[in-house]
């Protein structure tokens, strides 16, 4: 059973760098050929995909958010990471790592973390 759990700060100042890891059991982030990514929800909207990194390490970041916005992982911790500088109150909402097939859509991904709330407020 693959299990995803978010780790990072919850509250954030505008301007300032969130920074999210998503550790990893159960399964290996380098297995064939699964896709690894960060789904936020703002409050009172539906899911938005961030970005992805892949099993052989290829990311990709949503245009709208590419500018300020990276993915790593770290094999040897069986972990990936999400990065954004800049933040907004805009970019409040509750962030979800998720693993499932290289795609955009919510829908195509099948395990998930339980999501960390993250909070831009001055």
């Known amino acids: 059973q693959v299990q995803l759990q978010e780790s990072g700060p919850g509250l954030l100042k505008p301007s300032q760098t969130l920074s999210l890891t998503c550790t990893v059991s159960?399964?290996?982030?380098?297995?064939?050929?699964?896709?690894w990514s960060w789904i936020r929800q703002p409050p009172g909207k539906g899911l938005e995909w961030m970005g992805v990194?892949?099993?052989?390490?290829?990311?990709f970041v949503s245009p709208s958010l590419k500018t300020r916005t990276s993915i790593s992982r770290d094999t040897s911790k069986n972990q990936f990471s999400l990065q954004m500088d800049s933040v907004t109150p805009e970019d409040t909402g509750v962030y979800y790592c998720?693993?499932?097939?290289?795609?955009?859509?919510?829908?195509?991904?099948?395990?998930w973390g339980q999501g960390t709330q993250v909070t831009v407020s001055s």
């Open positions: 998720a693993r499932g097939s290289f795609s955009r859509s919510p829908e195509n991904y099948d395990y």
């Open positions: 159960g399964g290996s982030i380098t297995t064939n050929y699964y896709a």
């Open positions: 990194i892949t099993y052989d390490g290829t990311t």
